[in-house]
């Protein structure tokens, strides 16, 4: 029987059925105040991007000619170019086989291994270069970047294909199996074409990680794009050598979302989720059980050993007198506000438009959300100048303002509070919300009552891993913060900047401290996502 009509079947005589559970009167693109609202979000989600466009056409040909086709610009592409394709491919391959190994293999301690090669992704990138530079001083050049990159970034390809694998239907390769194929052509012909989404998906977050990181690079002295667009801007404000340089990496990072897109493409995959009926018979490894074991120990040693050593050194050679600091305590109370306040902002412009994606799926939905995605995948840098030069020139009362900080970390971190409030939207169905007006709620109230109430879970998990981003986020909130803000990660910057390595060392520990539980959440919830 179908839900809608038993509901709408038991309605008291007279009774109406209310159009939105939203409230408002319905379009056949959903309610009007939702459309609305979603277009003015989407608007502000563009200003980056309008930004680019608009100091690229202010500048004559001449001009961007000169600043382009330098060899100043030809060193930062090549330095950029060689760290993408190095690293992605090298995480990639720590990403797969870390996953294939902690959940389709007899690993010893599969388990512990599973979140241990998660716990990178809890210690910030400029963080990691701290600790190298601690160990070899002299580290630097595309290899340091190198280095730290991938130390700092294969979990976001692991994430992703660990959720993935532990999810994926066996009967695929018990079918292939019986066919005589051996387990290695089972996993290169069956299970990796199946693992294609995340991959690409984990690869693509890398390569913009790697474009948007300043931090880490500017601490081996390392030149990128990024870089180069922050120190150009320190020296000129705003200039047009800055601009240019941050248009050409926008240009990069919509190159990166579309070859993401190709590489994506329409091809249906096998089932995940929770109508698999057996569990998957892990490999015997065998003799391969000791090298996976001493592969996986020394990769933990880099990603984590390393840097939680050196900050840990760092903070016993400094004694109890670092802790005493009162910029500490300042440090933490305000990335703590920062942070709540960033994610509840991002959350809430979020709902709308995980709501029409949800319940009003349509190309204008799918339009007005993949915008965000687009000017999310900005570097923090590019957003950073977007906002200081609209708000010097058309809000000057708003600039350098919280105000403006955290509309930066709503531009940033946005899709992360909507990936997640889509499932738990997608969970909450039409027909409850129906059924409550077909009891006499009214359609605000049947909304409170039963959607925002089954969707608050996810909608706390999405605003966690905003959080997470804004605790580790350095770049927008050097350029943004107001005169006398101090957070961990801009107090951790300037010690280190000093060469103050051991008074840099408690903040590094306390961001590593407030991003381990959220790091454990984003592994939970992907693993979960996989399963629905």
Request: with cysteine; proline share 6%.
């Amino acid at each position: 029987m179908d839900f809608s009509t038993s509901t709408a079947a038991a309605q008291p005589p007279g009774a109406k059925v209310r159009r939105s559970a939203a409230g408002g009167r319905g379009t056949r693109l959903g309610p009007w105040p939702v459309v609305a609202l979603c277009t003015l979000i989407a608007a502000f989600s563009l200003l980056p991007l309008g930004y680019v466009v608009a100091a690229t056409a202010n500048t004559g040909w001449d001009t961007i000619i000169a600043l382009v086709f330098r060899p100043r610009v030809g060193e930062l592409l090549f330095n950029t170019l060689a760290l993408v394709l190095i690293t992605v491919p090298l995480c990639l391959v720590l990403g797969i086989g870390g996953a294939w190994l902690a959940e389709r293999t007899s690993l010893a301690g599969h388990k512990a291994w599973s979140v241990l090669l998660a716990a990178p992704l809890a210690i910030p990138a400029f963080v990691n270069s701290y600790a190298w530079v601690s160990a070899i001083p002299s580290l630097g050049g595309i290899l340091g970047g190198v280095l730290i990159s991938v130390l700092s970034y294969f979990p976001l390809v692991y994430i992703p294909v660990a959720a993935v694998l532990s999810r994926l239907d066996p009967a695929l390769e018990q079918s292939a199996a019986s066919l005589g194929l051996g387990p290695w052509k089972v996993f290169f012909r069956v299970v990796l074409p199946q693992l294609r989404l995340a991959a690409a998906g984990g690869a693509l977050l890398v390569a913009l990680h790697l474009l948007a990181e300043y931090g880490a690079f500017a601490m081996i002295a390392f030149d990128t794009f990024t870089t180069a667009i922050y120190d150009q801007f320190r020296s000129t404000f705003n200039g047009s050598a800055a601009n240019m340089l941050a248009g050409v990496l926008v240009l990069f990072c919509l190159l990166l979302l579309l070859a993401e897109s190709k590489t994506r493409g329409r091809a249906r995959y096998a089932r995940v989720g929770g109508g698999v009926q057996s569990n998957p018979q892990r490999l015997a490894l065998g003799a391969f059980q000791l090298p996976a074991q001493l592969g996986l120990i020394a990769l933990s040693a880099l990603a984590l050993g390393v840097p939680l050593w050196h900050v840990g050194r760092w903070i016993i050679a400094g004694g109890a007198a670092i802790w005493e600091r009162q910029d500490l305590l300042d440090a933490l109370l305000q990335t703590l506000g920062y942070g709540l306040a960033g994610a509840a902002a991002t959350t809430v412009l979020a709902f709308p438009l995980a709501y029409l994606a949800v319940r009003h799926p349509g190309p204008a939905a799918k339009v007005l959300e993949a915008v965000n995605y687009i000017s999310s995948s900005m570097p923090g840098i590019v957003v950073a100048l977007a906002l200081v030069t609209i708000t010097v020139h058309n809000v000057p009362a708003i600039y350098q303002t919280s105000v403006v900080l955290v509309a930066a970390y709503a531009l940033l971190f946005m899709p992360r509070a909507l990936v997640n409030l889509r499932a738990g939207l997608a969970q909450a169905p039409r027909e409850l919300d129906e059924a409550a007006q077909a009891l006499g709620k009214p359609p605000f109230i049947a909304f409170l009552r039963v959607t925002l109430r089954l969707s608050a879970p996810a909608a706390a998990g999405g605003a966690a891993l905003v959080f997470l981003g804004i605790v580790n986020e350095l770049t927008a909130t050097l350029l943004l913060a107001p005169n006398g803000t101090r957070t961990l990660a801009t107090q951790f910057w300037a010690l280190s900047s000093e060469i103050d390595y051991m008074g840099a060392a408690p903040y590094a520990l306390l961001m590593i401290v407030l991003s381990a539980p959220m790091t454990y959440l984003l592994f939970v919830q992907s693993k979960k996502a996989a399963g629905q």
